[in-house]
């Protein structure tokens, strides 16, 4: 059973940056790098929403419109671990930051769309607050 883990989260002003990081537990056969990763945050209240996504190639990238040209996904495929750089964070930014996984094949997931049902293997969060 796959196990996601997310870190990198605090507290940070507007206008500052955070990295988060995915990594992964209870691969057996395949590493991280045979799954597509997408990254979804949660605020309070509201629904979970996608953020961003990388397949496992790396061939596609998606960013949500509220997050492109401030945030970047990349992976290091040798070291297993997913980042989500965030750069320009706004107050609206806030919320909590969920790590996802899937490696069934999938030619929607990431290089059509960034859904949550697109994706099996969740970690529990990172909370990321950005005060104004």
């Known amino acids: 059973q796959l196990q996601v883990v997310e870190s990198g989260g605090g507290l940070v002003q507007a206008g500052g940056s955070l990295r988060l990081s995915c990594t992964a537990s209870?691969?057996?056969?395949?590493?991280?790098?045979?799954?597509?990763i997408g990254w979804f945050r949660q605020a309070p209240g509201k629904e979970r929403e996608g953020v961003s996504c990388i397949a496992s190639n790396g061939d596609a990238k998606r960013y949500a419109d509220s997050v492109s040209g401030r945030f970047t996904i990349s992976r290091d495929n040798a070291g297993n671990t997913v980042y989500l750089q965030m750069n320009g964070l706004e107050a609206e930014d806030t919320g909590v930051y969920y790590c996802?996984?899937?490696?069934?094949?999938?030619?929607?997931?990431?290089?059509?769309?960034?859904?949550?049902?697109?994706?099996?293997?969740w970690g529990q969060g990172t909370q990321v607050t950005v005060s104004s």
């Open positions: 209870g691969l057996t056969v395949d590493s991280l790098a045979a799954y597509d």
């Open positions: 996802a996984a899937d490696n069934v094949v999938d030619f929607r997931r990431c290089r059509i769309r960034l859904e949550r049902e697109d994706y099996t293997y």
